[in-house]
């Protein structure tokens, strides 16, 4: 099964602002739900209360929540208490690609155990104040294999580029 992490991280690091995306790209949300539609989906449970109830649990993906409490209540989703065991689980269900969507401290985890075999970032073209990071990447271990540019336009206050890295 390959791990992937999915994640929209501005030019200095940020993903986040007070729980909520520091920006609208429409477009982006749109590779967000094609790229990891049909396929479990792992988040923190900061990230996961962050999701707007309407969209929770997010449709078409089974949703996984790892959180420190085994009794967290998350209607929609399996909860687990480690990223682990979120893996075992999905691993077990048949999963060819689960894919890692936040927050900054699940990425941190998964990225520190080595547990990424495939990045799809989003770099937002801009320099963006908030309270969230992506953790820092060793380029020297990622081979980009793919990548599309996207201008700002109406929709889209931002320039921002996908790109899918793998190891």
């Not at 690091?13 to 729980?19: A, D, P, T």
């Not at 479990?40 to 420190?68: F, M, Q």
Request: proline share 4%.
């Amino acid at each position: 099964m390959i791990v992937s992490a999915i994640a929209a991280v501005s030019e200095n690091g940020i993903i986040g602002r007070k729980g909520d995306l520091p920006w609208s790209l429409p477009d982006d949300m749109k590779f967000f739900q094609r790229t990891t539609m049909g396929h479990h989906v792992i988040t923190g449970r900061k990230n996961w209360e962050t999701i707007p109830l309407k969209y929770r649990p997010l449709k078409g993906r089974p949703n996984i929540v790892v959180t420190r409490d085994a009794r967290y209540n998350a209607p929609g989703a399996v909860v687990v208490t480690s990223i682990a065991e979120a893996l075992a689980l999905a691993r077990h269900e048949g999963e060819t690609e689960t894919f890692i969507i936040g927050g900054g401290e699940i990425y941190k985890e998964a990225l520190h155990l080595q547990l990424v075999d495939r990045l799809y970032i989003t770099r937002v073209h801009a320099h963006i104040e908030g309270d969230t990071h992506f953790p820092e990447i060793d380029a020297s271990t990622w081979t980009e294999v793919w990548r599309e540019e996207h201008a700002a336009d109406d929709r889209h206050a931002y320039a921002f580029t996908f790109m899918r890295l793998e190891r």
